[in-house]
T-cell receptor
């Protein structure tokens, strides 16, 4: 039973480019969460999605960031016009329903040069 | 708002020493409390949890007790091993409809030397 999959594991972008991070939840999980970990800091919640719905985006920056979880396929976190301050590890978690334990993926480490 | 304050690291101990990592929280409502562990280059793994006051979570020799009166959830282990070297995160969650986010502390890096 595969765990939460994230790809790519490492992503390098130049300032101004777009970054797309993918998250495939565990089998049977329809709830996805994105968190960001800045260097030497804890994880900060960004967004909570169900299939085709954004449930809570209270942690998302107002500009340049968007997330989706389509009916088919992985969840995508999209960062437009990346800046150096976006360099971080982005973790995805999934759960079978909102109340249940969140299982984390290995993360995508984004470096903006 | 909700917040978690964790003992700052790094913490370095000798093998077989006793470990305590302090965690206190502030929450509106009745949170569930968690300890997660992150090994180098990996994602977070749930280590243990407690969902109500006086509950004790335990796993792999680690324990933590949900203390409502002191708003604390300190992590303890009686005899640490080199393989316990990792970063440990304390976290809370208050489940309301549509609100399932985990609030994390800043993490404590633990290094165990042989």
């Amino acid at each position: 039973n595969a765990g939460v999959m994230q790809n790519p594991r490492h992503l390098v972008r130049r300032r101004g480019q777009e970054a797309r991070l993918r998250c495939s939840p565990m089998k049977g999980h329809s709830h996805v969460y994105w968190y960001r970990q800045l260097p030497e800091e804890g994880l900060k919640f960004m967004v909570y999605l169900q299939k085709e719905n954004i449930i809570d985006e209270s942690g998302m920056p107002k500009e340049r960031f968007s997330a989706e979880f389509p009916k088919e396929g992985p969840s995508i976190l999209r960062i437009q016009q990346v800046v150096r301050g976006d360099s971080a590890a982005y973790f995805c978690a999934s759960s079978p329903a909102g109340y249940y334990e969140q299982y984390f993926g290995p993360g995508t480490r984004l470096t903006v040069t | 708002g909700n917040s978690v304050t964790q003992m700052e690291g790094p913490v370095t101990l000798s093998e077989e020493a006793f470990l305590t990592i302090n965690c206190t929280y502030t929450a509106t409502g009745y949170p569930s409390l968690f300890w997660y562990v992150q090994y180098p280059g990996e994602g977070l793994q749930l280590l243990l949890k407690a969902t109500k006051a006086d509950d004790k979570g335990s796993n792999k020799g680690f324990e933590a007790t949900y203390r409502k009166e002191t708003t604390s959830f300190h992590l303890e282990k009686g005899s640490v091993q080199v393989s316990d070297s990792a970063v440990y995160f304390c976290a809370l969650k208050i489940s309301n409809f549509g609100n399932e986010k985990l609030t994390f502390g800043t993490g404590t890096r633990l290094t165990i030397i042989p």
